[in-house]
């Protein structure tokens, strides 16, 4: 009897010991995880299952699960070449290939005019039915949507293999050229539109659309056309149009949403309508996340010179701890709201110029919109800042492989046999 009691309490200490250890070795893990680790609520969180979480729930907010296409919620449910654009990219980077395959095939359906650009505006028209807003100049092309339909498309290929995406690409990367790249001075300057092209005097720009990294790819697609020269002269419009006073009596140095190049000299001014302006805002946050995908990928040493001259943002954080919506070009802020993706675009800039201080917004402004017990969003972000938070997240924790560079020349050659 005393032999049975014995035995009992015995097995009880050793199941005690063995519940101890296990406990010690699951914090030891814990703590010893890097920083994109964490076990919590039975879960291992990392930021690619973050990225992975947060995808699932854009599809289920903003993808119309008939049909496939992206519906800006906020704005009467239109569907823009611009958010096309984001869904593929974020499928192909989260290889997600239905998703990308339908979403593409709506676009083609739907946007793909008959010049292989795309109508940028999609919605309900006065009589209930849908369609191109032409009325709203919705037939124009976006050149932003149109270059990063074009690269997604690079990228379904060099990761899925079918030589259609990167034939389909190629149509495109030629169309941009032809349709929304003007000469001046002998030099490419890429417009906003396909539209610019007809205008003898001047050409409207926006510095947001700008992506260097896609003409070099481009490049290697389209040899006989200068993408290079794209390259060059997108970096050229950023740096003085930040610099140059514009339509004020001086500058802070940071890019317009919107500006205006003299066909003939090569100068640039303001806009004449009041719609578009040389604000600092939501189209021309953009251009610092842009340039930093240029410099993660390719190295491009006028990123650092640029942000490391233009102090504006960096002293405006040391100041408030703020990065605001909307700037005038002479630093006179317009809206203090801080939106996610004004912080999702921005990191990039502080990632060159102060990684403590990036650091710092990241973990206080732009990781603390998810919830890792919901694995969702903290709360409800519209379609422009679900968006951009995600592009700052997995720009920050350099998630976004550029897949176009696994490809060599003879995958490349391939795809045209």
Do not use: C
């Not at 849908?130 to 100049?137: H, T």
């Not at 000299?265 to 996340?289: C, Q």
């Not at 519209?382 to 951009?388: A, E, K, L, R």
Request: avoid cysteine; proline fraction near 3%.
């Amino acid at each position: 009897m005393v032999n049975n009691i014995l035995s009992i309490i015995n097995k009880i200490i050793w199941i005690g010991v063995f519940i101890s250890l296990i406990i010690t070795l699951f914090i030891g893990l814990n703590a010893s995880m890097p920083k994109e680790f964490s076990v919590q609520n039975n879960y291992i969180f990392s930021n690619q299952a973050m990225l992975k979480a947060l995808w699932e729930k854009y599809k289920d907010d903003y993808i119309d699960k008939s049909s496939f296409r992206t519906v800006d919620k906020q704005r009467d449910n239109i569907t823009t070449s611009e958010g096309q654009s984001y869904t593929m990219l974020r499928a192909v980077w989260q290889d997600d290939k239905e998703t990308f395959d339908k979403s593409w095939q709506w676009t083609k359906d739907n946007l793909w005019k008959e010049n292989k650009l795309f109508a940028w505006l999609f919605g309900e028209k006065e009589d209930g039915s849908y369609g191109i807003l032409d009325d709203m100049g919705g037939n124009n092309a976006a050149t932003d949507g149109d270059t990063d339909i074009a690269m997604a498309l690079l990228f379904a290929y060099a990761r899925w293999g079918d030589s259609t995406y990167l034939l389909e690409a190629d149509s495109i990367i030629k169309a941009i050229w032809k349709e929304s790249v003007v000469i001046v001075n002998n030099r490419p300057y890429l417009t906003a539109n396909d539209i610019e092209q007809f205008n003898p005097n001047e050409i409207l720009l926006n510095p947001s659309y700008y992506a260097p990294y896609a003409y070099r790819m481009f490049s290697l697609i389209d040899t006989e056309n200068n993408w290079q020269g794209v390259v060059d002269t997108s970096y050229e419009i950023i740096v003085k149009s930040s610099a140059f006073p514009l339509d004020k009596d001086n500058s802070v140095g940071l890019p317009p949403d919107w500006v205006v190049l003299n066909r003939d000299t090569g100068a640039l001014s303001s806009p004449a309508s009041m719609e578009i302006t040389t604000n600092y805002s939501f189209d021309a946050h953009r251009v610092k996340w842009r340039l930093y995908l240029d410099y993660l990928w390719y190295g491009d040493s006028r990123v650092k010179s640029y942000f490391e001259k233009n102090n504006f943002l960096f002293s405006i954080w040391s100041s408030d701890q703020e990065i605001y919506n909307t700037y005038s070009h002479d630093g006179k802020v317009l809206d203090r709201g801080s939106s996610p993706s004004v912080i999702g675009t921005n990191i990039g800039y502080f990632a060159v110029v102060n990684p403590d201080i990036a650091k710092d917004i990241y973990e206080q402004k732009l990781l603390p919109l998810y919830n890792r017990d919901t694995q969702n969003w903290n709360k409800e972000l519209g379609y422009y800042d679900s968006n951009w938070a995600w592009f700052g997240l997995a720009i920050y924790n350099n998630l976004l492989p550029n897949y176009f560079a696994t490809l060599s020349e003879k995958d490349i050659n391939e795809a045209y046999k």
